[in-house]
């Protein structure tokens, strides 16, 4: 079955970085597109920045230029870098894909940006 483990999360001053990875298992990572979503407490959860199997990316606009997403198909793995990092940015922080018309997420992990 399809599982997906995010990790990297954590607390970190406004300005800092932090890098989020997510583990995949059970279809051929390669083929599929993957994207990373945040849910800030009371608000609905958001795309924050996407990448296609042919490693096309996309961004959310508040993240533009602060995040990048990458892929190693070899790992089976998605990351997210995060730089820059502010208060606003605090979230739980998804990675998520989809296989025959099924989402699957990861149980989340969560990024605080607080002095």
Not at 48 to 57: F, K, L, M, P, Y
């Amino acid at each position: 079955h399809v599982q997906l483990v995010e990790s990297g999360g954590g607390l970190v001053q406004p300005g800092g970085s932090l890098r989020l990875s997510c583990a995949v298992s059970g279809l051929t990572f390669r083929f599929y597109a993957m994207g990373w979503y945040r849910q800030a407490p009371g608000q609905q959860r958001e795309l924050v920045a996407g990448i296609t199997s042919g490693d096309r990316t996309n961004y959310a606009d508040a993240v533009k230029g602060r995040f990048t997403i990458s892929r190693d198909n070899a790992k089976s793995t998605v990351y997210l870098q995060m730089n820059s990092l502010k208060p606003e940015d605090t979230a739980v922080y998804y990675c998520k894909t989809a296989l025959l018309g099924v989402d699957y997420w990861g149980q989340g992990t969560q990024v605080t940006v607080s002095s």
